[in-house]
């Protein structure tokens, strides 16, 4: 699929943009990037002291080239990898910390679902993995054995951050596989489309993440699509109340309904987080939750409750302000729950089975 150029910004009193959205990606299939990782405080920062730029300086050091080469050419490929592999990464880090864990199968046969196959991840793309399979076998091909897929998959994530038009930041490695990999420990790791702000933040925290950490992690729904039994039930029956989300745009819901009855309908139906510019990587996702634009009740709360509404102003005003603070929350996120050494980790050759 080529890469759509992405429309001029549009303002909040004009919704054609909106419907064309929602009717072009009726066939691309995607889901909410929620944000979340795990560990605490202390663990992070010495996990943070593990890791560095120049691990792999010496034992393979064509590697940022290497994933680069794949990465670029998926995205001229398929657009929709960029959000696919973020989305992967932080789920990854959500649960059993960042080691790769998102990426093993379930084993034929087995009764313990692999963490991938669990219900918050079901919808999860099949061009993230795709991204991460294709780039572990040319960085086996030249350094066999040395890199891990969870370095693989944090470089990728970084990688696809900047191809829309993002930052671009250094990536610390060293981090080893994971061994353990359990659809089990998935549901109460990652936040829920339609999470309270009270839960997200116990979340966060219980992570290591402060509120301004989520707030701008929340950032990464400048792109990417949702489907939408995600946010249907803002459109018709808002916490059981019969009627749809106050905080939601009038134009916004009359053209989400129009894609998205209450019952039935197509399932392959997606609309974009960012209403405004949805292929590019901006600050776009700030302002539009103080335009009443949000997609998900879990981003449009960021707006509304006082311990995020001043943070979501200021990042939606400048956009070097929330690139700079993306880049210190993606390496602050990419260090929760580091694999070190044999005796907690593995290198695998297959990104999808354990060794």
């Known amino acids: 699929m080529p890469v759509p150029s992405p429309p001029p910004p549009s303002s ?47 034992s393979c050091p064509q590697l940022e080239q290497l994933v680069g080469s794949v990465t670029s050419q998926q995205f001229k490929e398929a657009p929709v990898s960029g959000p696919a592999t973020i989305r992967l990464f932080f789920h990854d880090c959500f649960v059993e910390g960042c080691d790769g864990s998102i990426l093993i199968a379930t084993k034929p046969g087995s009764k313990e679902l692999a963490e991938k196959d669990a219900l918050g991840n079901k919808d999860l793309r099949v061009e993230g993995f795709e991204s991460i399979r294709k780039a572990k076998a040319l960085v086996e091909s030249k350094c066999p054995g040395v890199v891990s897929c969870a370095d693989i998959l944090a470089i990728a994530a970084r990688d696809y951050v900047h191809l829309a038009g993002g930052p671009y930041y250094q ?98 139906i997606v609309a974009p987080f960012d209403v405004t510019t949805p292929f590019l990587f901006d600050h776009a996702y700030y302002a539009n939750l103080e335009g009443k634009l949000g997609l998900l009740a879990s981003d449009q709360v960021l707006f509304l409750d006082p311990r995020t509404k001043s943070l979501v102003q200021e990042l939606g005003k400048d956009k070097q302000k929330f690139f700079q603070a993306f880049t210190v929350a993606m390496e602050k996120m990419g260090s929760i729950g580091v694999k070190r050494g044999r005796k907690h980790g593995e290198k695998r050759k297959d990104c999808s089975m354990h060794m």
């Open 12 to 58: 909040c009193s004009s919704f054609p943009f909106v419907l064309a959205c929602l009717l072009i990606f009726s066939l691309i299939l995607n889901t909410p990037c929620i944000l979340a990782a795990k560990t605490n405080n202390n663990n992070a920062r010495s996990s943070r002291r593990q890791l560095s730029v120049d691990y792999y300086a010496k």
């Open 171 to 268: 990536v610390k490695k060293g981090r080893w596989d994971g061994k353990i990999s359990m659809a089990s420990r998935v549901p109460f790791n990652l936040p829920r489309a339609n999470s309270t702000i009270d839960q997200i933040i116990k979340i966060f925290n219980a992570k290591g993440l402060t509120i301004e950490d989520m707030v701008v992690l929340s950032g990464a729904h400048t792109i990417g699509f949702a489907h939408c039994e995600h946010f249907v039930s803002r459109l018709y029956d808002y916490r059981g109340t019969k009627q749809p989300d106050p905080a939601i745009d009038p134009r916004l819901l009359r053209a989400l309904r129009m894609a998205c009855p209450h019952f039935g309908g197509n399932t392959d």
